[in-house]
C-alpha cells in the first residue's frame, strides 16, 4: 500500500501565483488533513476533512481552500501566493478513531518556496 | 501562545543509554498525549500515545510517562540506537475537532 501520497514533494512559486497540492490515500480513511511546518515550529492544522463533500477551518486556513470530492482525494489549493506561505506542506489522513485519539498517518510533505 | 511545548530543541545520548524527551503543556482538557518520530524528508509517523486517564505506556523499547498533575509527560527510550536519531514531536490533542496540536520538537542524536 502507498499510504498518502503527496505532489508535488517540491515547489517555488512566485508571489501572487496559485497552485494546488495534490493529496490521496489508499487507506480508505474517511478523515484528512493538512498540516504546514514551518522552520523550527511544529506543525498547524490547516483545513481538515470527515467525508467526502464535508470540509472545516483549522487552526491557520487565511490564504487556503480545500476540497473532498472523493474519499481518496483531499487537494490543498492557494490562492495568490505570499512569502508567508512558503513552509512543507503535510497531508494526513486517519480513520475515526484517530479523529479523537491523533494518531494520523502522514504523506511524506511537500516543500514550497514562495519568492 | 504554545498549548504544547518542548523546551529542548536537541539532545545527545550516547548508543545504550536513555534518553528522556520532555514536553509540558497547558491545556487540561487534552485527551490524548502523542509522541511522532519525523526523520529527513519524510512525513511524522505515530510512535506511541497515552490516554489521559493513564500515567504510564510502554512499546518496547518505548515508554510515555503522564504526570497530570504537573502537565508533564515524557518519552523514555531505552536502550537507545542510532536509528533512534531523529526529530521527535510532543502533540496533544482533546475535543472533537480533531486539531492535533503539535510542540516544536526536539532532534534526539544517538551517538555510537
Known amino acids: 500500500n502507498a499510504g498518502v501520497t503527496q505532489t508535488p514533494k517540491f515547489r517555488i512559486l512566485k508571489i501572487g501565483q496559485s497552485m494546488t497540492l495534490q493529496c490521496t490515500q489508499d487507506m480508505n480513511h474517511n478523515y484528512m488533513y493538512w498540516y504546514r511546518q514551518d522552520p523550527g515550529m511544529g506543525l498547524k492544522l490547516i483545513y481538515y476533512s470527515v467525508g467526502a463533500g464535508i470540509t472545516d477551518k483549522g487552526e491557520v486556513p487565511n490564504g487556503y481552500n480545500v476540497s473532498r470530492s472523493t474519499t481518496e482525494d483531499f487537494p490543498l489549493r492557494l490562492e495568490l501566493a505570499a512569502p508567508s506561505q512558503t513552509s512543507v506542506y503535510f497531508c494526513a489522513s486517519s480513520h475515526l478513531q484517530g479523529f479523537y485519539t491523533g494518531e494520523l498517518f502522514f504523506g511524506e510533505g511537500s516543500r514550497l518556496t514562495v519568492l | 501562545d504554545q498549548q504544547v511545548k518542548q523546551n529542548s530543541p536537541s539532545l545527545s545520548v550516547q548508543e545504550g543509554r536513555i534518553s528522556i524527551l520532555n514536553c509540558d503543556y497547558t491545556?487540561?482538557?487534552?485527551?490524548?498525549f502523542l509522541w511522532y518520530k519525523k526523520y529527513p524528508a519524510e512525513g511524522p509517523t505515530f510512535l506511541i500515545s497515552?490516554?489521559?486517564?493513564?500515567d504510564k505506556n510502554e512499546d518496547g523499547r518505548f515508554t510515555v510517562f503522564l504526570n497530570k498533575s504537573a502537565k508533564h509527560l515524557s518519552l523514555h527510550i531505552v536502550p537507545s540506537q542510532p536509528g533512534d536519531s531523529a526529530v521527535y514531536f510532543c502533540?496533544?490533542?482533546?475535543?472533537?475537532?480533531?486539531?492535533?496540536?503539535f510542540g516544536k520538537g526536539t532532534k534526539l542524536s544517538v551517538k555510537p
Open positions: 497515552i490516554s489521559s486517564i493513564k
Open positions: 491545556n487540561s482538557m487534552f485527551d490524548y
Open positions: 502533540a496533544a490533542t482533546g475535543g472533537s475537532q480533531g486539531n492535533l496540536i
